[in-house]
């Protein structure tokens, strides 16, 4: 099932990861070699790590980008938790697959936010966990309502 939504929302996530992947092929020799590697629950860093850990969490991006697209693929492996019928099919799907689309564009902006913050060595903002909270429940749970109200 694809929409104009979930269209646009495929290449927004590919421009993040290509300007990310950009990003890090443009500035690799002025990338430090000790990195942030972790963050504490406050934000601060408290772990670090050689820069390859760069590319280790941009290519599990990618990872998680195409196996999500291609869940987005095979609705009839989706767990949509309600009773489809005849009359609710297209709403259902169409809701569960705005929902994985909109996950996924989560989940691109904040490995890519993560790759390129980690590279100056600062602690997270203080509105990072918020946001990025809210960006991954905020559309599970209006989906979530929205199929409810399907059924």
């Avoid at 408290?46 to 987005?72: Q, Y």
């Avoid at 996950?103 to 946001?131: D, E, H, Q, R, Y």
Wanted: charged fraction near 15%.
């Amino acid at each position: 099932m694809k929409t104009k939504f979930g269209t646009a929302v495929r290449y927004l996530c590919i421009v993040c990861l290509l300007g990310t992947t950009l990003f890090l092929f443009i500035f690799w020799n002025k990338i430090p070699t000790e990195i942030a590697g972790h963050f504490n629950g406050a934000g601060e860093v408290d772990g670090t790590t050689g820069k390859g850990g760069l590319i280790f969490l941009h290519v599990v991006s990618w990872l998680m980008f195409l196996g999500i697209s291609a869940l987005e693929c095979c609705p009839e492996a989706w767990n949509v938790g309600v009773r489809i019928t005849r009359q609710n099919k297209a709403k259902v799907y169409r809701n569960v697959y705005h929902m994985i689309v909109c996950s996924k564009l989560a989940m691109v902006l904040i490995f890519c936010f993560l790759t390129i913050w980690s590279v100056n060595g600062k602690n997270m903002p203080v509105w990072f966990t918020p946001v990025s909270l809210l960006g991954t429940f905020g559309p599970m749970l209006f989906f979530c309502i929205r199929l409810w109200r399907c059924r």
